[in-house]
């Protein structure tokens, strides 16, 4: 259980009022200052990666290497956003074009000012370490409340910041639970993120709704795994078993279901329960899992499996007997209906449902179907391209499991919520677009709604804009 006391009101006041303080400097000092900064944070973290990863390891159960790889993909994404913040966020000259040529424009994207992060329980490493860049990276400061779960996780990452970058106290902490949470949410930020389960992403989205807040919003909803007949089962059985039990099976991104042709359903059924049985469940930092982060999800993950068993569902390996709360070994359940729970909603914990189909419609038909739409996967020769395309996801790695987390051009982000964390998009989402337009030198300006007397009248101008209106677009 959580042990941190919660700040009080005022603190939580004093940080942003510091935070907000300092949030012109931040951006009048640049993006090549700014990139200076970050990239000494990303040089503070990755020479701190294990013992980063231990902090976590100490509070969530998170093994060391999945701590490890959490940082290695979040700095690998903070460096290009740091790289990239400029060109597409400075002011750039657009084309004119149209029916009004005479007048130039200009775009650029302003920082919102102040961001509230909203630390992730599930991934606050990966998910707080992009969340924090990218903001500071769009000219923001940011106010982190790392999760309950995770403080002293959080706690870290800000004094990484403010070691590399003494200058430049941009970032600020408060900690506590939802309640913290949401009074920073009604505070003066200008701007909140938040990357977590729905149900907290409701509250977050209820509470910026009621001053109508710049909100970015990712909400949890484990995906599916699609195989088809011309796939590789070994390859995607191997896929699946990272996808669907690391970090404990409890990251929003990973899978929960598997839709697998018949032609090799035998195969990789045989390939998936033989590595997921093999996986150590245990406190050591180096074991496959640790112990799920929330203790109550024992029960919610052993109730889930209970009512698909009971529904028609087998369970391959594992099941609530084997459980050892706060550790449960991973479950595989075969024939579960599709109107049991683990089918149809996140169930966080170490699951997952391999259901046969006869054809890959049927697969994609059913893996749409479900709640969730952030990640998925696809194993295919000839169809991959299609199925990773159209699948109702935010993200889908093709052939391959978690793979768009390894570039950081893409966005991370799925069908529900709002924004997106990551790649162009994420950045975007931190700030707000300036659109300027101008008459060009010597042009004068005169419309159907202000003509001055002395000057050609409305009437004559709303004629000379049909006339042009019709020699522009009149012929298709």
Partial sequence: ??????????????????????????????????????????????NNAKDLARICHRETGKPVPTGVLEIALAVNSLRWAAANARPLLGQRRLRSSGAFPDYTSSLCYRPHGTVAVIGSTDLPLYADIIQVGYALAAGNSVVLKPSEYAPATGQALVQLFQHAATEAPVVRVVHGDGSVGEDLCRSSVDAVSFVGSRRVGRSVMGVCAERLKPLVLQCGGKDSQIVD??????????????????????????????????????????????????????????????????????????SAIEEAVENGATAVLGGPEDFSPPYAPPTILVDAPMDVRVMREEVPGPVLCVTR??????????????AGGIAASVFAHRNAPLLARTSRTGMTAMNSGLSWATQPALPFGGVAGLGRVGGPDGLRAMARPKAVAAPRPGFKVRTPLFGKPGETGSREVADALVKRLRRRFGRV
Avoid at 235 to 245: I, L, N
Avoid at 357 to 370: N, P
């Fill in 1 to 46: 259980m959580p042990a941190t006391l919660n700040a009080t009101h005022s603190d939580m006041e004093s940080a942003v009022s510091k935070a907000r303080g300092i949030a012109l400097w931040w951006d009048e000092v640049g993006f090549a200052h700014r990139r200076r900064h970050l990239s000494r944070w990303c040089a503070a973290i990755s």
């Fill in 229 to 302: 007949a011309d796939a590789d089962p070994e390859e995607a059985a191997a896929s699946a078993v990272y996808a669907a039990f690391a970090g404990s099976g409890q990251a929003s991104v990973g899978i929960q279901r598997a839709f697998v042709h018949a032609d090799v359903y035998d195969v990789y059924l045989r390939r998936l329960t033989q590595r997921a049985a093999r996986l150590t469940v245990s406190d050591d930092p180096w074991a496959d899992l640790g112990p799920l982060t929330k203790h109550e999800r024992c029960r919610q993950l052993g």
């Fill in 357 to 370: 189909v006869d054809s890959i419609a049927e697969a994609k038909a059913l893996a749409d179907s479900t």
